[in-house]
């Protein structure tokens, strides 16, 4: 996949390349061709695009309903859950102020957005004018869950998943297990389906790419770089929120904490994947923080799966950047319907490298903000360079929330000293 993801960068690269040397001719024949290679590039975005909703509605109600049947277990278990849900509520509040920061001080260059949403065909933005509280409040519960999924309704969709997850949850066990794995099937098929569709990326990616740069040129390389790097900025300070949750509410020594965290920090950024990092985050937990193993050994893996503190961090600021380039301004119940949606995804998200995923994560969100997905198809690409932070804010923030839940927990196992 790390190999796929190089030809991709190196396809947008090229498609960006090809197609402002292309405009910069304006040789009949090149614009032609040019005109006959970039509905490839389409019909690629919208072959990752068709996934999204089954993905999403079979991954939340899957998580849903394991969340929900685990938490009965214990109650350490059920505070786990409550403070991954207050984190991530918090980290998406704090991405929303943070990411319209970043583009009051460094606003996009208007010609520039313009050049490059037309590029990837700005018959997207048809908007309708943003709800108001009450039609939203009304909207919440689908009356017809297929109508709203064909009509984009995210939200109700979420929203509908969410009671299925947890009315399975209260089915006998072997009902419920007929549910979960036929929700599970149905998100892994679309899962090997993302996976299929991106090994076709480095053509769809060139042939959007393409697009782009005939109508943007060579300021497409700006608009990206911009994106790259608030994105990166805005992912890389949930790391610095997450240490310093750790060293005040976890009541960790900020050098100890720090000594811990640097092995965890660099397979992390080497690997970007929460789960392969595990043995680390155990080791620095048992080891560096001295947490007890009936702690660590539970938390730990318990937010690999479900807890990923940069998601809604990472996520909505995609969102937002996508709906500067399009020069809109969601209204205050669409932000809010965007950070509920970014939390129902980052719970139900799997632990896969930002690419599978980046479609599935971000498009729910980007509907439920009634931001045009269009351009996600160009974004993917370079998504290689945030999720090295994504990865890193998430490691940090499991390791903040199994030190909050050990805080007070006594820090030896069935009278033996932590390791």
């Known amino acids: 996949m790390k190999f796929i993801s190089l030809l991709v960068l190196v396809s947008l690269v090229a498609g960006l390349i090809a197609g402002a040397l292309v405009r910069a001719s304006g040789d009949p024949t090149l614009l032609s061709i040019s005109g006959i290679i970039e509905p490839f590039g389409a019909l690629w975005l919208n072959t990752l695009r068709m996934t999204v909703v089954p993905l999403v509605v079979s991954l939340l109600i899957t998580a849903i309903a394991s969340v929900a049947d685990t938490a009965k277990t214990g109650g350490l278990v059920a505070r786990a859950i409550f403070l991954f849900t207050v984190l991530l509520f918090f980290a998406a509040t704090y991405s929303v102020l943070a990411t319209n920061g970043w583009l009051e001080v460094w606003p996009l260059d208007r010609a520039a957005a313009d050049a490059f949403i037309a590029g990837v065909g700005d018959q997207a933005v048809t908007i309708s004018e943003p709800p108001t509280f009450a039609s939203w409040l009304q909207g919440l519960a689908p009356y ?3 109508k709203a999924a064909a009509e984009d ?7 509908f998943s969410i009671f299925f997850g947890f009315a399975a949850a209260t089915l006998a066990p072997d009902m419920r297990a007929q549910i979960v794995s036929f929700f599970r099937a149905v998100s892994e098929a679309m899962i090997k389906i993302v996976q299929w569709v991106l090994l076709a990326g480095p053509v769809g990616v060139f042939a959007l790419a393409l697009g782009v740069g005939l109508h943007a040129g060579f300021s ?8 790259v790097v608030i994105v990166s900025g805005v992912t890389a300070g949930s790391t610095l ?9 976890g009541g960790q020594a900020i050098s100890r904490f720090t000594s811990a965290a640097t092995p965890v920090w660099a397979i992390a950024a080497s690997t970007q994947s929460s789960l392969a990092s595990l043995p680390a985050m155990l080791d620095a937990a048992l080891r560096g923080l001295q947490i007890a193993p009936r702690v660590a050994d539970v938390i730990l893996p318990l937010a690999v799966a479900i ?5 809604p961090v990472a996520n909505l600021a995609v969102c937002f950047f996508v709906a500067h380039l399009y020069n809109l301004e969601p209204s205050l119940v669409q932000i809010v319907s965007a950070v509920v949606v970014a939390y129902a995804v980052s719970i139900a998200a799997v632990g896969l490298p930002g690419q599978v995923s980046f479609i599935a994560s971000i498009a729910p969100i980007c509907l439920a903000l009634g931001v045009p997905t269009e351009v996600l198809g160009i974004l993917i690409a370079v998504e290689v360079i945030p999720d090295i932070f994504r990865t890193l804010g998430n490691v940090t923030g499991d390791l ?5 839940l050990a805080r007070n927990q006594p820090r030896e196992d069935e009278g033996s000293p932590a390791p």
């Open 153 to 159: 309704g995210m939200l109700a969709l979420v929203v």
């Open 400 to 404: 903040a929330a199994t030190s909050i």
């Open 220 to 227: 497409a390389a700006g608009t990206l770089a911009q994106y």
């Open 241 to 249: 929120i997450a240490w310093v949750i750790a060293v005040t509410w």
């Open 144 to 146: 017809n869950p297929v």
């Open 307 to 311: 807890f990923r503190f940069t998601s």
